[in-house]
Nanobody, 126 residues
Framework: QLQASGGGLVAPGGSLRLSCKAT????????IGWFRQAPGKEREGIAC?????????YKSSSVKDRFTIASDDAENTVYLQMSSLKPEDTAVYFC????????????????????WGQGTQVTVSS
């Protein structure tokens, strides 16, 4: 089971840290992705991390410049640190875990994932 948390209402330019905690399995053996879904839009992958590749990956330069994905094996948790938030970052954010080795390009697809968190709402507004 994955539990996502940390969302909320934040002013433009603010920061939030989202958490994705696993229970019942060890996150370190999985690839982890963060996705978001804005109203009326498809769920999109924004960041992922995999033990098969030590480098984190970000879907766009805008996300890479402002967000950081990191894992804490001791806490069995993956974080998404978000800074310089913009209104267009408003969405429900989901974390997901994928079993086995996956190439990075596959990790942008929701079909690659076996477990999903319930989503946490992030609203960026003044």
């Amino acid at each position: 089971q994955l539990q996502a948390s940390g969302g909320g209402l934040v002013a433009p330019g603010g920061s939030l840290r989202l958490s994705c905690k696993a229970t019942g399995f060890t996150l370190g053996y999985y690839a982890i992705g963060w996705f978001r879904q804005a109203p009326g839009k498809e769920r999109e992958g924004i960041a992922c991390i995999s033990k098969s590749d030590p480098s984190p990956y970000y879907k766009s330069s805008s996300v890479k410049d402002r967000f950081t994905i990191a894992s804490d094996d001791a806490e069995n948790t993956v974080y998404l640190q978000m800074s310089s938030l913009k209104p267009e970052d408003t969405a429900v954010y989901f974390c997901a875990a994928a079993k086995g080795r996956k190439i990075i390009s596959a990790l942008w697809s929701i079909r690659s994932y076996d477990y999903w968190g319930q989503g946490t709402q992030v609203t960026v507004s003044s």
